[in-house]
């Protein structure tokens, strides 16, 4: 069965810097990855998502995040952090069942950004 | 495209009782997931359907709870005899069912059992 691992519970970071946040996965063949941002009262948003092809992924609001098979990882970046970006952020790996792709979450990073 | 619309956003029961949770999914997606979220962690998978019917349940789902999408439009969540292990945030998420397809998710609700 497949598994994430975020082994950060919180991140803080000052408005404007860089910010990165860790995924592990554990899945036995080719990973469906995803990450979703969660803001208090809404629901997930999905920032970006990694099927194939190209290891660098591009996803909303300025994120991406590299798949790295050697390191089993899938770590999220952004280059200089909002105020607004403070949320939780899930880590998930999807595997096909019933003709769907159902994603595994990790228990999620808190992101906290100081001004 | 009016998003995923769950409904109640809250709900407040004795152990016990019996709730019903209902999700609206965005039109003409033909997939439909339930997850349960606890405070701290992730979202579980639960079930989903395709258009009526019920594809894949979890071991999550215990015999208290049943889903049902009799018209592969809306969906409804009942949990009878409520625990209060049962307090979670109910998501709901609705998919294309086409392609790479993506989950868009419901602003869920929040269940809490005294």
């Known amino acids: 069965a497949q598994s994430v691992t975020q082994p950060d519970i919180h991140i803080t970071v000052s408005e404007g810097a860089s910010l990165e946040l860790r995924c592990n996965y554990s899945?036995?063949?080719?990973?469906?990855l995803f990450w979703y941002v969660q803001s208090p009262g809404q629901g997930l948003q999905l920032l970006l998502k990694?099927?194939?092809?190209?290891?660098l992924v591009q996803g909303i609001k300025g994120f991406e995040a590299e798949f790295k098979r050697s390191q089993s990882s899938f770590n999220l970046r952004k280059p200089s952090v909002h105020w607004s970006d403070a949320a939780e952020y899930f880590c998930?790996?999807?595997?096909?069942?019933?003709?769907?792709?159902?994603?595994?979450f990790g228990r999620g990073t808190s992101l906290i950004v100081h001004p | 495209d009016t998003g995923v619309s769950q409904d109640p956003r809250h709900k407040i029961t004795k152990r016990g009782q019996n709730v019903t949770f209902r999700c609206d999914p965005i039109?003409?997606?033909?997939?439909l997931y339930w997850y349960r979220q606890t405070l701290g962690q992730g979202p579980e998978f639960l079930t989903y359907?395709?258009?009526?019917?019920?594809?894949?349940k979890s071991r999550l789902l215990s015999d208290r709870f049943s889903a049902e999408r009799p018209k592969g439009s809306f969906s409804t969540l009942e949990i009878q005899r409520t625990e209060q292990g049962d307090s979670a945030m109910y998501l709901c998420?609705?998919?294309?069912?086409?392609?790479?397809?993506?989950?868009?998710f419901g602003p869920g609700t929040r269940l809490l059992v005294l």
């Open positions: 039109s003409e997606h033909n997939r």
């Open positions: 359907f395709q258009n009526e019917a019920q594809l894949e």
């Open positions: 998930a790996v999807a595997a096909r069942r019933g003709g769907s792709y159902i994603p595994t």
């Open positions: 998420a609705s998919s294309s069912g086409q392609g790479q397809e993506t989950q868009y």
């Open positions: 990694y099927f194939s092809g190209d290891t």
């Open positions: 899945y036995g063949a080719t990973p469906y």
